[in-house]
């Protein structure tokens, strides 16, 4: 069965500061891929960042990486340069069938002060 | 991009009615399209796998005489709430992969808070 951990309820973190989002998977499947989505208040969801198990590099997307540790069974997303708007909810999410559902960690709250 | 519209985006409902919530993919034919349920502060968990033209896949403890989905057309899903109590007040969002692109993100919709009274 897959799974994703994520072990940071809340993160704390102020402007500009960069913050790394802690996410492991459980999956015996050799092909998958690791999405990050963002989550504010109001509630949509925002998709931030992808990971193949099979790319070579480390994913960036602007403010964005994502820190691809396979061995580990980690995907840690980093965010350069925290800006308020980054306070929302961040979860960590896995597909190992292509077309199907992604599972979803608890996810985690980020809140950057000034 | 890929568009995905949900609607309503708030409903409030009394105890015993129905609700019938919309999901569509704009600009993009979605064989399959996925709906989830977020309880406050808690992850999205998938309650079921709409299929095009065929019955609901639903996960394991949802029920699907109450949780009635229907995707009669490659844009268009729908997930009525049967009989509502209020601890189906939730937050239901819906999502779609262009057809083709297995790969490529979900496209969510902007989710749907349903409060039963």
């Known amino acids: 069965a897959q799974k994703i951990t994520q072990t940071q309820p809340g993160m704390f973190v102020q402007e500009k500061e960069a913050v790394t989002l802690d996410c492991t998977y459980d999956?015996?499947?050799?092909?998958?891929?690791l999405f990050w989505y963002k989550q504010p208040s109001s509630g949509e969801m925002i998709f931030l960042i992808y990971q193949g198990s099979y790319d070579q590099q480390n994913a960036t997307e602007g403010r964005y990486s994502l820190n691809f540790q396979k061995a580990r069974k980690s995907a840690n997303l980093v965010i350069s340069a925290s800006q308020l708007g980054d306070s929302a909810m961040y979860f960590c999410?896995?597909?190992?069938?292509?077309?199907?559902?992604?599972?979803f960690g608890k996810g985690t709250t980020l809140s950057v002060s000034s | 991009g890929a568009v995905v519209s949900q609607h309503p985006s708030r409903v409030i409902c009394k105890s015993g009615t129905s609700v019938k919530i919309e999901c569509r993919s704009l600009?993009?034919?979605?064989?399959?399209m996925f709906w989830y349920r977020q309880f406050p502060k808690q992850s999205l968990m998938l309650m079921a796998t709409?299929?095009?033209?065929?019955?609901?896949?639903?996960e394991q403890g949802v029920e699907k005489d109450k949780f009635l989905i229907n995707h009669a057309s490659l844009t268009l899903s729908t997930l009525t709430v049967t009989s509502a109590h209020p601890e189906d007040s939730s937050f239901y969002i819906c999502s779609a992969t262009p057809k083709g692109l297995g790969n490529s993100p979900l496209h969510f919709g902007n989710g749907t808070r349903l409060t039963v009274t």
């Open positions: 999410a896995m597909r190992v069938v292509a077309g199907t559902a992604l599972i």
């Open positions: 600009d993009f034919q979605a064989t399959t």
């Open positions: 709409s299929n095009e033209g065929s019955k609901a896949t639903y």
């Open positions: 999956t015996s499947d050799p092909s998958y891929g």
